[in-house]
């Protein structure tokens, strides 16, 4: 059972451009949350979505920012008009259900605004 | 609201010495813990977890925490330590009251096991 895929692994990025990153979750979960890491501040949560709908983005900036977890395909974080301090690693993580189920994550993308 | 603390940045272990990363929670409800561990450069790992029952859980790479309710901890724990334990560990609490209810991830413990 392959894990939580996500691509890109590095992503770089000029201010004002659009980052998009993909995450497809384990094989049969259909409950998708990102995360956003930065150096000595720990995980943060973004956003939780199950398939076609938005759960949770009391995490996310009101601007700039949309997820979405579509009936068909990966779920994509999509950062618009991209600034130096949206550069950190960006996990994805899925599980079965929530409550009880642990999250399994990906390796992350790194992205790098210059 | 619900919290997590971990109030160690970093905790320094010499290799097949015990080692305990600490690891207290705050929750309105019943808490659902669950253990992180983090390599460099990766996602994070699921460790171990407590929804109900035993106080002490067994998790993976021989891992253990032990469910504290009047001291409202959950410690983990190793009896011997390994160099390839070094890594960053995450405690993390979700409240087990009906509906959705988020996960709650501590700011991470950075340990380090001296050969």
């Known amino acids: 059972n392959a894990g939580v895929m996500q691509n890109p692994r590095h992503l770089v990025r000029r201010r004002g451009q659009e980052a998009r990153l993909r995450c497809s979750p384990m094989k049969g979960h259909s409950h998708v949350y990102w995360y956003r890491q930065l150096p000595e501040e720990g995980l943060k949560f973004m956003v939780y979505l199950q398939k076609e709908n938005i759960i949770d983005e009391s995490g996310m900036p009101k601007e700039r920012f949309s997820a979405e977890f579509p009936k068909e395909g990966p779920s994509i974080l999509r950062i618009q008009q991209v600034v130096r301090g949206d550069s950190a690693a960006y996990f994805c993580?899925?599980?079965?259900?929530?409550?009880?189920?642990?999250?399994?994550f990906g390796p992350g993308t790194r992205l790098t605004v210059t | 609201a619900q919290s997590v603390a971990q109030p160690e940045d970093q905790v320094n272990v010499a290799e097949g010495n015990p080692l305990t990363v600490k690891c207290t929670y705050s929750v309105s409800g019943n808490p659902y813990l669950f253990w992180y561990v983090q390599y460099p450069n990766r996602g994070l790992q699921f460790l171990l977890k407590?929804?109900?029952?035993?106080?002490l859980v067994k998790g993976s790479y021989g891992f253990e925490a032990e469910f504290n309710k009047s001291q409202t901890s959950f410690h983990l724990k190793k009896p011997s330590a390994l160099v390839s334990d070094s890594a960053l560990y995450f405690c993390?609490?979700?409240?087990?009251?009906?509906?959705?209810?988020?996960?709650?991830f501590g700011i991470g413990t950075k340990l380090q096991v001296i050969p």
């Open positions: 407590y929804i109900t029952g035993d106080n």
């Open positions: 993390a609490v979700r409240d087990n009251r009906g509906g959705y209810q988020k996960v709650t």
């Open positions: 993580a899925s599980s079965l259900g929530d409550r009880v189920y642990e999250q399994y």
